[in-house]
C-alpha cells in the first residue's frame, strides 16, 4: 500500500464527497518511489487515522503534510503539517508468509480542519455487510501509477475464512472486491473502509493494512484491514491530551510502501 495496496486497482471514480478523506505525500527513493502516499480518514478535527506501516519504517519518507477533504491527489482540500505521530505499541511489520500486526498509527495535526470527522463505527458488521473502499493507490497492477482523482471501489466484509489462515481475527478484517479482479494496492495503505451506519452515513470501519493471502497479487486475492473499532480504547487514550503517549521517534517514517501491507 505505499506499503501494500493500490490506488485501488480497477476501482472507480469517486461517485460521491468523501470530507474525512485524507492523503499523506511520502516517498522512498530507495525503492524508486519519488512521488507516492498513503491514505487516512480524518475522525477528529485534528487527528486522522493511517496505518502504522504507513509512518514507520526504513527508508519510508513523508512530507510532513496531509491534505484533508479532496477528491485530488495534489490540490484542493485543507492541508496542514504533521504534529506528531502515534504507532500503536504492539505494531509488527509483517512479510510474505505473515500479516502486519497492530497496523494502526495517529497523526496529529497542528491545527484543526474544517472538514467534518468520520465516526468510528460501533464494531463492523458481520461477514457480507457491504463496504466501500477509498484510496489514491496505483490503478495500474505493478507500477506506481497514482491517480490524480480519489477512487473507491464496493466491497463487502469477508469471513475469515476467506482470506489466508492467521490472516483475519478480532483485530484483522478480511475484505472482498465485489468486482472482478480489483482490489486496494500500492498507496492505498492507510485508507478507509466504511460501511453505512444510522441514517445511511458512512462509518469508519477498516484501514487498508495488506493482503488478505501471501504472494497473489493486490488484484488477484482478497485484501486485510485493519479493524479500527476494535482499537477505539487506544485511539480515544491517544487523543486525549492528560494522557498522551510518547510519539513515534522523529526521522522513523514510513510512506506506507507494501511492505506486507497494501
Same mark, same amino acid.
Given at each position: 500500500?505505499?506499503?501494500?495496496? /493500490? ?84 505494531y509488527a511489520n509483517g512479510d510474505d508468509k505473515a500479516p502486519n500486526k497492530n497496523d494502526i498509527a495517529l497523526i496529529r495535526l497542528d491545527r484543526p480542519v474544517a ?9 463492523? /458488521? ?60 500500492h498507496g492505498d495503505s492507510g485508507g478507509p473502509q466504511i460501511q453505512r451506519g444510522r441514517h445511511t452515513r458512512w462509518e469508519l470501519i477498516g484501514i487498508t493494512s ?53
Amino acid at each position: 500500500m505505499v506499503g501494500s495496496a /493500490g490506488a485501488i486497482v480497477n476501482g472507480s471514480e469517486t461517485t460521491e464527497s468523501y470530507p474525512f478523506m485524507a492523503v499523506i505525500p511520502a516517498s522512498a527513493p530507495e525503492s524508486g518511489l519519488l512521488d507516492g502516499n498513503c491514505g487516512a480518514s480524518l475522525i477528529d478535527r485534528q487527528w486522522v487515522l493511517t496505518a502504522a506501516h504507513c509512518v514507520q519504517g526504513e527508508g519510508l519518507k513523508l512530507d510532513g503534510i496531509v491534505r484533508i477533504g479532496s477528491d485530488h491527489r495534489k490540490t484542493g482540500g485543507t492541508v496542514r503539517k504533521i504534529d506528531r505521530t502515534f504507532v500503536h505499541p504492539g505494531y509488527a511489520n509483517g512479510d510474505d508468509k505473515a500479516p502486519n500486526k497492530n497496523d494502526i498509527a495517529l497523526i496529529r495535526l497542528d491545527r484543526p480542519v474544517a472538514e467534518r470527522p468520520v465516526k468510528l463505527a460501533d464494531q463492523p /458488521g458481520p461477514p457480507g455487510t457491504p463496504t466501500r473502499l477509498l484510496g489514491f493507490g496505483t490503478t495500474v497492477e505493478g507500477e506506481y501509477a497514482f491517480p490524480d482523482r480519489l477512487r473507491e471501489l464496493n466491497t463487502r466484509r469477508g469471513a475469515a475464512s476467506e482470506c489466508a489462515p492467521g490472516y483475519a481475527d478480532r483485530t484483522r478484517l478480511c475484505t472482498i472486491s465485489t468486482v472482478p479482479k480489483t482490489m486496494a494496492c500500492h498507496g492505498d495503505s492507510g485508507g478507509p473502509q466504511i460501511q453505512r451506519g444510522r441514517h445511511t452515513r458512512w462509518e469508519l470501519i477498516g484501514i487498508t493494512s495488506g493482503p488478505g493471502t501471501p504472494n497473489v497479487p493486490c488484484s488477484q486475492g482478497p485484501g486485510l484491514y485493519t479493524n479500527a473499532p476494535a482499537y477505539a480504547h487506544w485511539i480515544t487514550r491517544t487523543m486525549n491530551p492528560n494522557n498522551t503517549p510518547k510519539p513515534a521517534a522523529k526521522g522513523s517514517t514510513s510512506a506506507g510502501l507494501r511492505t506486507n501491507g497494501k
